[in-house]
Protein backbone atom coordinates (compact mmCIF):
# COMPACT_ATOMS: atom_id res chain seq x y z
CA UNK A 1 0.00 0.00 0.00
CA UNK A 2 1.32 3.28 -1.24
CA UNK A 3 2.43 5.54 1.93
CA UNK A 4 0.73 8.79 2.31
CA UNK A 5 3.39 12.13 2.40
CA UNK A 6 2.45 15.59 2.94
CA UNK A 7 4.65 18.14 1.38
CA UNK A 8 4.61 21.65 3.34
CA UNK A 9 5.82 24.99 1.72
CA UNK A 10 4.74 28.38 1.73
CA UNK A 11 3.58 28.57 -2.30
CA UNK A 12 3.73 27.21 -5.21
CA UNK A 13 4.67 30.44 -7.23
CA UNK A 14 7.80 31.00 -9.44
CA UNK A 15 10.91 29.53 -7.41
CA UNK A 16 13.48 27.08 -7.36
CA UNK A 17 12.29 25.26 -4.26
CA UNK A 18 8.74 25.19 -5.21
CA UNK A 19 10.00 24.39 -8.52
CA UNK A 20 11.13 21.51 -7.05
CA UNK A 21 8.43 20.43 -4.95
CA UNK A 22 6.30 20.90 -8.06
CA UNK A 23 8.51 18.43 -9.61
CA UNK A 24 8.85 15.89 -6.96
CA UNK A 25 4.95 15.40 -6.68
CA UNK A 26 4.68 15.19 -10.13
CA UNK A 27 7.24 12.19 -11.07
CA UNK A 28 6.78 10.49 -8.16
CA UNK A 29 6.25 6.99 -7.78
CA UNK A 30 2.22 6.36 -7.04
CA UNK A 31 2.81 2.80 -6.39
CA UNK A 32 5.15 3.40 -3.28
CA UNK A 33 4.23 6.96 -2.24
CA UNK A 34 0.72 9.27 -2.38
CA UNK A 35 1.95 13.00 -2.10
CA UNK A 36 -0.29 16.20 -0.83
CA UNK A 37 0.59 19.37 -0.53
CA UNK A 38 -0.32 21.59 1.77
CA UNK A 39 0.67 25.82 1.16
CA UNK A 40 -0.12 28.64 3.34
CA UNK A 41 -1.23 30.74 0.35
CA UNK A 42 -3.16 29.48 -2.55
CA UNK A 43 -2.57 30.21 -6.06
CA UNK A 44 0.99 30.20 -8.16
CA UNK A 45 2.78 29.12 -11.31
CA UNK A 46 3.02 25.54 -10.47
CA UNK A 47 -0.63 24.82 -8.80
CA UNK A 48 -2.32 24.20 -11.92
CA UNK A 49 0.45 21.94 -13.23
CA UNK A 50 0.81 19.77 -9.74
CA UNK A 51 -3.41 19.72 -9.63
CA UNK A 52 -3.37 18.20 -13.24
CA UNK A 53 -1.29 15.66 -11.77
CA UNK A 54 -3.64 14.40 -9.68
CA UNK A 55 -1.99 15.38 -6.65
CA UNK A 56 -4.27 17.39 -3.78
CA UNK A 57 -2.91 20.92 -2.69
CA UNK A 58 -4.96 22.58 0.09
CA UNK A 59 -4.24 25.92 1.67
CA UNK A 60 -4.13 25.69 5.66
CA UNK A 61 -4.43 29.49 6.28
CA UNK A 62 -7.80 30.97 6.11
CA UNK A 63 -8.76 33.86 3.76
CA UNK A 64 -8.64 37.35 5.39
CA UNK A 65 -7.10 36.33 8.66
CA UNK A 66 -4.63 38.00 10.00
CA UNK A 67 -1.18 37.33 11.40
CA UNK A 68 -1.88 35.99 15.13
CA UNK A 69 -1.18 33.67 17.65
CA UNK A 70 -4.73 32.13 16.65
CA UNK A 71 -3.91 31.80 12.90
CA UNK A 72 -0.75 30.12 13.78
CA UNK A 73 -2.11 27.52 15.67
CA UNK A 74 -5.22 27.10 13.38
CA UNK A 75 -2.60 26.33 10.38
CA UNK A 76 -0.62 24.29 13.15
CA UNK A 77 -3.63 22.35 13.57
CA UNK A 78 -4.55 21.16 10.36
CA UNK A 79 -1.21 20.07 9.53
CA UNK A 80 -1.49 18.03 12.72
CA UNK A 81 -4.82 16.34 11.81
CA UNK A 82 -4.20 15.48 8.41
CA UNK A 83 -3.96 12.00 8.10
CA UNK A 84 -0.71 10.42 6.76
CA UNK A 85 2.91 8.80 7.15
CA UNK A 86 5.36 11.49 7.03
CA UNK A 87 5.14 15.15 6.98
CA UNK A 88 7.61 16.98 4.54
CA UNK A 89 8.58 20.69 5.31
CA UNK A 90 10.18 23.33 3.21
CA UNK A 91 11.00 27.05 4.07
CA UNK A 92 11.48 28.60 7.49
CA UNK A 93 7.84 29.66 8.12
CA UNK A 94 5.86 26.27 7.13
CA UNK A 95 8.26 24.39 9.47
CA UNK A 96 7.77 26.64 12.36
CA UNK A 97 4.30 25.60 11.97
CA UNK A 98 4.94 21.95 11.75
CA UNK A 99 6.97 21.93 14.99
CA UNK A 100 3.95 23.89 16.35
CA UNK A 101 1.35 20.75 15.27
CA UNK A 102 3.36 18.12 17.11
CA UNK A 103 1.17 19.52 20.19
CA UNK A 104 -1.82 18.52 18.83
CA UNK A 105 -0.59 15.56 17.23
CA UNK A 106 -1.71 12.16 18.12
CA UNK A 107 0.01 9.89 16.08
CA UNK A 108 3.71 10.45 16.06
CA UNK A 109 5.08 10.56 12.27
CA UNK A 110 8.54 11.30 10.66
CA UNK A 111 9.15 14.73 10.10
CA UNK A 112 11.15 16.05 7.35
CA UNK A 113 13.12 19.45 6.86
CA UNK A 114 14.44 20.82 3.66
CA UNK A 115 17.08 23.21 4.12
CA UNK A 116 18.25 24.80 0.44
CA UNK A 117 20.46 27.46 1.25
CA UNK A 118 23.30 28.57 3.65
CA UNK A 119 21.53 31.34 5.31
CA UNK A 120 18.08 29.75 5.93
CA UNK A 121 17.70 32.38 9.09
CA UNK A 122 18.58 35.27 10.86
CA UNK A 123 21.37 34.78 13.75
CA UNK A 124 19.11 35.86 16.02
CA UNK A 125 16.71 33.12 15.43
CA UNK A 126 18.99 30.51 14.99
CA UNK A 127 18.15 29.37 19.02
CA UNK A 128 15.23 28.11 17.69
CA UNK A 129 17.57 25.02 15.21
CA UNK A 130 19.35 24.13 18.35
CA UNK A 131 16.66 24.06 21.61
CA UNK A 132 13.40 23.07 19.12
CA UNK A 133 13.78 21.77 15.95
CA UNK A 134 17.02 19.60 16.34
CA UNK A 135 14.26 17.60 18.91
CA UNK A 136 11.44 17.89 16.71
CA UNK A 137 12.61 17.00 12.96
CA UNK A 138 13.86 13.15 12.54
CA UNK A 139 15.73 13.74 9.27
CA UNK A 140 16.86 16.79 7.45
CA UNK A 141 17.52 17.00 4.07
CA UNK A 142 20.48 19.20 2.35
CA UNK A 143 20.53 19.69 -1.21
CA UNK A 144 24.25 20.70 -1.45
CA UNK A 145 27.79 19.78 0.58
CA UNK A 146 27.69 23.00 1.66
CA UNK A 147 24.05 23.27 3.23
CA UNK A 148 24.74 20.11 4.72
CA UNK A 149 28.15 21.90 6.81
CA UNK A 150 25.79 24.90 7.43
CA UNK A 151 23.25 22.27 9.09
CA UNK A 152 25.50 21.09 11.52
CA UNK A 153 26.38 24.24 12.53
CA UNK A 154 22.97 25.22 13.16
CA UNK A 155 22.95 21.34 15.76
CA UNK A 156 22.43 18.78 13.69
CA UNK A 157 23.92 16.21 14.13
CA UNK A 158 25.41 14.56 10.90
CA UNK A 159 23.54 11.31 10.80
CA UNK A 160 20.64 13.00 10.62
CA UNK A 161 21.30 15.07 7.99
CA UNK A 162 21.40 13.20 4.10
CA UNK A 163 22.16 14.82 1.02
CA UNK A 164 19.20 15.24 -1.80
CA UNK A 165 20.55 17.23 -4.79
CA UNK A 166 17.82 19.12 -6.99
CA UNK A 167 16.59 17.03 -9.40
CA UNK A 168 15.53 18.03 -12.77
CA UNK A 169 13.65 17.09 -15.75
CA UNK A 170 17.08 17.38 -18.11
CA UNK A 171 14.26 16.19 -21.27
CA UNK A 172 12.98 19.77 -21.29
CA UNK A 173 16.52 20.80 -22.71
CA UNK A 174 16.52 18.80 -25.95
CA UNK A 175 12.61 20.05 -27.21
CA UNK A 176 13.00 21.93 -30.18
CA UNK A 177 11.85 25.55 -29.94
CA UNK A 178 12.34 29.08 -32.32
CA UNK A 179 15.38 30.41 -30.96
CA UNK A 180 14.86 33.27 -32.73
CA UNK A 181 11.44 34.30 -31.35
CA UNK A 182 12.15 33.82 -28.10
CA UNK A 183 15.28 36.39 -28.27
CA UNK A 184 13.14 38.83 -29.99
CA UNK A 185 10.50 38.40 -26.03
CA UNK A 186 13.66 39.06 -24.52
CA UNK A 187 14.99 42.22 -26.35
CA UNK A 188 17.25 40.41 -28.68
CA UNK A 189 17.92 40.67 -32.43
CA UNK A 190 19.62 37.13 -33.75
CA UNK A 191 23.00 38.89 -33.82
CA UNK A 192 23.06 40.64 -30.59
CA UNK A 193 24.93 39.07 -27.34
CA UNK A 194 22.26 38.26 -25.03
CA UNK A 195 22.95 37.55 -21.25
CA UNK A 196 20.63 36.43 -19.49
CA UNK A 197 19.63 36.19 -15.95
CA UNK A 198 17.38 34.07 -14.11
CA UNK A 199 16.41 34.37 -10.27
CA UNK A 200 14.48 37.21 -7.60
CA UNK A 201 15.48 40.94 -6.90
CA UNK A 202 16.38 40.45 -3.57
CA UNK A 203 19.70 41.87 -2.19
CA UNK A 204 21.71 38.50 -2.06
CA UNK A 205 21.66 38.05 -5.83
CA UNK A 206 23.26 40.85 -6.33
CA UNK A 207 21.55 42.45 -9.30
CA UNK A 208 22.69 45.64 -8.64
CA UNK A 209 26.30 44.20 -9.56
CA UNK A 210 25.64 43.05 -12.97
CA UNK A 211 24.14 46.47 -13.68
CA UNK A 212 26.78 48.08 -12.68
CA UNK A 213 29.05 45.31 -14.77
CA UNK A 214 27.41 45.97 -17.36
CA UNK A 215 27.72 49.67 -17.83
CA UNK A 216 31.10 49.47 -18.08
CA UNK A 217 30.59 46.87 -20.89
CA UNK A 218 28.03 48.74 -23.13
CA UNK A 219 30.47 51.33 -24.81
CA UNK A 220 32.07 48.35 -26.33
CA UNK A 221 29.69 45.80 -27.04
CA UNK A 222 26.97 48.01 -28.34
CA UNK A 223 25.33 44.69 -29.10
CA UNK A 224 25.25 43.45 -25.86
CA UNK A 225 21.61 42.68 -24.55
CA UNK A 226 20.95 41.55 -21.01
CA UNK A 227 17.83 39.90 -19.86
CA UNK A 228 16.75 39.55 -16.29
CA UNK A 229 14.22 37.02 -15.55
CA UNK A 230 12.37 37.30 -12.49
CA UNK A 231 10.33 39.46 -10.24
CA UNK A 232 11.15 40.19 -6.31
CA UNK A 233 11.74 43.36 -3.59
CA UNK A 234 14.46 45.27 -5.37
CA UNK A 235 12.64 45.28 -9.21
CA UNK A 236 11.75 49.06 -8.89
CA UNK A 237 15.40 49.95 -7.04
CA UNK A 238 16.91 47.43 -10.60
CA UNK A 239 14.92 49.74 -13.34
CA UNK A 240 16.06 52.99 -11.62
CA UNK A 241 19.66 52.07 -11.36
CA UNK A 242 19.37 50.97 -15.17
CA UNK A 243 17.59 54.16 -16.16
CA UNK A 244 20.06 56.15 -14.26
CA UNK A 245 22.83 54.45 -16.19
CA UNK A 246 21.14 55.00 -19.37
CA UNK A 247 20.95 50.88 -20.24
CA UNK A 248 17.37 51.20 -20.59
CA UNK A 249 17.79 50.02 -24.34
CA UNK A 250 20.43 47.61 -22.97
CA UNK A 251 18.15 45.72 -20.17
CA UNK A 252 14.93 44.06 -20.41
CA UNK A 253 12.81 43.44 -17.52
CA UNK A 254 11.28 40.07 -18.59
CA UNK A 255 9.28 39.79 -15.38
CA UNK A 256 8.54 35.81 -14.52
CA UNK A 257 8.90 33.12 -17.31
CA UNK A 258 6.86 30.07 -17.58
CA UNK A 259 9.42 28.87 -20.66
CA UNK A 260 13.37 28.63 -18.46
CA UNK A 261 14.77 25.50 -20.43
CA UNK A 262 13.79 27.75 -24.05
CA UNK A 263 15.39 31.14 -22.15
CA UNK A 264 18.12 30.08 -21.32
CA UNK A 265 18.91 28.19 -24.29
CA UNK A 266 18.58 31.27 -26.42
CA UNK A 267 21.12 33.01 -24.54
CA UNK A 268 24.35 33.47 -25.29
CA UNK A 269 25.53 33.10 -21.55
CA UNK A 270 24.44 33.38 -18.44
CA UNK A 271 25.12 35.57 -15.81
CA UNK A 272 25.11 35.00 -12.23
CA UNK A 273 26.26 37.53 -9.86
CA UNK A 274 24.15 35.69 -6.01
CA UNK A 275 26.35 36.01 -3.77
CA UNK A 276 24.42 33.46 -0.96
CA UNK A 277 23.40 29.75 -2.58
CA UNK A 278 22.68 26.64 -1.15
CA UNK A 279 22.58 24.63 -4.39
CA UNK A 280 21.76 27.46 -7.51
CA UNK A 281 18.64 26.01 -9.92
CA UNK A 282 19.59 28.41 -12.33
CA UNK A 283 22.68 27.44 -12.06
CA UNK A 284 22.47 23.61 -12.57
CA UNK A 285 19.45 24.32 -15.37
CA UNK A 286 21.93 27.15 -17.38
CA UNK A 287 24.21 23.94 -17.00
CA UNK A 288 21.34 21.65 -19.24
CA UNK A 289 21.00 24.16 -21.36
CA UNK A 290 24.34 24.24 -22.53
CA UNK A 291 25.09 28.05 -21.98
CA UNK A 292 28.09 29.52 -21.25
CA UNK A 293 28.20 30.90 -17.77
CA UNK A 294 29.46 33.47 -15.50
CA UNK A 295 28.84 33.53 -12.04
CA UNK A 296 30.28 34.25 -8.71
CA UNK A 297 32.96 31.47 -6.87
CA UNK A 298 30.52 30.83 -3.59
CA UNK A 299 30.39 27.50 -1.89
CA UNK A 300 26.91 26.58 -3.61
CA UNK A 301 27.90 27.50 -7.18
CA UNK A 302 30.92 25.54 -6.43
CA UNK A 303 29.05 22.18 -5.32
CA UNK A 304 27.92 22.85 -9.25
CA UNK A 305 30.34 23.29 -11.07
CA UNK A 306 34.73 23.97 -11.38
CA UNK A 307 36.78 26.46 -13.50
CA UNK A 308 36.66 24.05 -16.30
CA UNK A 309 33.11 24.70 -16.05
CA UNK A 310 32.54 27.97 -15.90
CA UNK A 311 33.61 31.58 -15.24
CA UNK A 312 33.80 32.24 -11.73
CA UNK A 313 34.96 35.86 -10.13
CA UNK A 314 35.12 36.68 -6.45
CA UNK A 315 31.85 38.43 -5.37
CA UNK A 316 31.09 41.66 -5.16
CA UNK A 317 33.75 42.13 -7.33
CA UNK A 318 32.27 44.43 -10.38
CA UNK A 319 35.45 44.38 -12.55
CA UNK A 320 36.26 40.93 -12.60
CA UNK A 321 32.65 39.94 -13.30
CA UNK A 322 32.56 42.75 -16.02
CA UNK A 323 35.94 41.03 -17.50
CA UNK A 324 34.61 37.34 -16.94
CA UNK A 325 31.30 38.26 -19.42
CA UNK A 326 33.66 40.43 -21.79
CA UNK A 327 35.45 37.19 -21.81
CA UNK A 328 32.76 34.93 -23.12
CA UNK A 329 31.84 37.30 -25.52
CA UNK A 330 35.30 37.91 -27.03
CA UNK A 331 35.88 34.29 -26.81
CA UNK A 332 32.74 32.12 -27.90
CA UNK A 333 34.51 28.99 -28.42
CA UNK A 334 36.31 28.76 -25.37
CA UNK A 335 33.19 29.54 -23.95
CA UNK A 336 30.94 26.72 -25.13
CA UNK A 337 33.73 24.27 -24.44
CA UNK A 338 33.26 25.09 -20.88
CA UNK A 339 29.80 25.23 -21.14
CA UNK A 340 29.31 21.41 -22.51
CA UNK A 341 32.01 19.97 -20.02
CA UNK A 342 29.38 21.94 -17.79
CA UNK A 343 25.81 20.14 -19.38
CA UNK A 344 27.68 16.72 -19.14
CA UNK A 345 28.68 16.94 -15.26
CA UNK A 346 24.82 18.15 -14.32
CA UNK A 347 23.30 15.26 -16.72
CA UNK A 348 25.43 12.98 -14.32
CA UNK A 349 24.62 14.30 -10.97
CA UNK A 350 21.21 16.25 -10.94
CA UNK A 351 18.41 14.46 -13.00
CA UNK A 352 14.98 14.12 -11.44
CA UNK A 353 15.40 10.59 -11.47
CA UNK A 354 18.48 10.68 -9.53
CA UNK A 355 16.99 13.18 -6.89
CA UNK A 356 13.73 10.87 -5.94
CA UNK A 357 15.83 7.92 -6.01
CA UNK A 358 17.72 9.25 -3.08
CA UNK A 359 14.23 11.06 -1.46
CA UNK A 360 12.78 7.98 -1.55
CA UNK A 361 15.91 5.94 0.23
CA UNK A 362 14.92 8.94 3.02
CA UNK A 363 11.24 8.74 3.22
CA UNK A 364 11.55 4.20 3.31
CA UNK A 365 14.19 4.53 6.46
CA UNK A 366 12.03 7.09 8.27
CA UNK A 367 9.07 4.95 7.61
CA UNK A 368 10.19 1.53 8.59
CA UNK A 369 12.19 2.38 11.54
CA UNK A 370 8.69 4.51 12.90
CA UNK A 371 11.51 5.67 15.82
CA UNK A 372 12.33 9.14 16.31
CA UNK A 373 15.86 10.31 15.49
CA UNK A 374 17.16 7.20 15.53
CA UNK A 375 20.44 7.04 13.15
CA UNK A 376 20.63 5.87 9.96
CA UNK A 377 22.07 2.22 9.85
CA UNK A 378 22.82 2.92 6.20
CA UNK A 379 23.49 6.42 4.46
CA UNK A 380 20.35 7.25 2.88
CA UNK A 381 21.96 10.04 0.86
CA UNK A 382 24.02 7.06 -0.87
CA UNK A 383 21.45 4.47 -1.58
CA UNK A 384 20.61 4.98 -5.01
CA UNK A 385 18.25 2.05 -6.72
CA UNK A 386 17.07 3.20 -10.35
CA UNK A 387 15.11 0.53 -11.03
CA UNK A 388 12.83 1.66 -7.99
CA UNK A 389 12.21 5.13 -9.68
CA UNK A 390 9.85 6.19 -12.06
CA UNK A 391 9.47 9.49 -13.59
CA UNK A 392 7.12 8.58 -15.99
CA UNK A 393 4.75 6.67 -13.79
CA UNK A 394 0.82 7.51 -14.03
CA UNK A 395 -0.43 9.15 -11.49
CA UNK A 396 -3.36 8.27 -9.57
CA UNK A 397 -6.54 10.43 -9.55
CA UNK A 398 -6.50 13.21 -6.81
CA UNK A 399 -8.83 13.07 -3.65
CA UNK A 400 -11.52 15.86 -3.55
CA UNK A 401 -10.77 17.68 -0.60
CA UNK A 402 -13.29 19.44 1.97
CA UNK A 403 -11.85 23.48 2.54
CA UNK A 404 -13.93 22.85 5.39
CA UNK A 405 -12.14 19.54 6.79
CA UNK A 406 -8.84 18.88 8.29
CA UNK A 407 -8.12 15.73 6.34
CA UNK A 408 -5.68 15.59 3.26
CA UNK A 409 -6.79 12.48 2.25
CA UNK A 410 -10.51 11.87 1.33
CA UNK A 411 -12.31 8.14 0.75
CA UNK A 412 -12.55 8.89 -2.68
CA UNK A 413 -10.04 7.96 -5.61
CA UNK A 414 -12.28 8.83 -8.74
CA UNK A 415 -11.66 12.92 -9.05
CA UNK A 416 -10.02 15.78 -7.92
CA UNK A 417 -10.39 19.54 -7.66
CA UNK A 418 -9.97 21.31 -11.34
Known amino acids: MAKRVLLLINTLQFGGTERNVAAFCRHMNRGRFEPQIGVLFGGGEFEADVRAAGVPVRCLSERGRRKSLWNAASIARRIAAADVDLIHAFLPAVAGYTALGQLWRKKR????????????????????????????????????????????????????????????????????????????????APHDHLALFVGRFIPTKRVCDLVEAVARLAPRFPRLRVALVGEGALRDEVERQIANANLSSTFTLAGRRSDIPEVLRAADSFVFPSEVEGLPNSIIEACLARVPIVACDIPGTRSVLNESQAALVPPRDIGAFAAALQSVIESPQEAALRAQRARDAALSGYSLTQSLSKLYAVYDELMDSRSPHRSASRPADGANDPSAVSDDSSPSSGDRIDSKGVSFAAPTTTAHEP
Open 109 to 188: VPLVLSVGTTALVKRRDEWAYRRCYTRIFDRVIANSPAVQQYVVSLGFSADRISIVPNGHETAAYDLPFDRDAVRASLGA
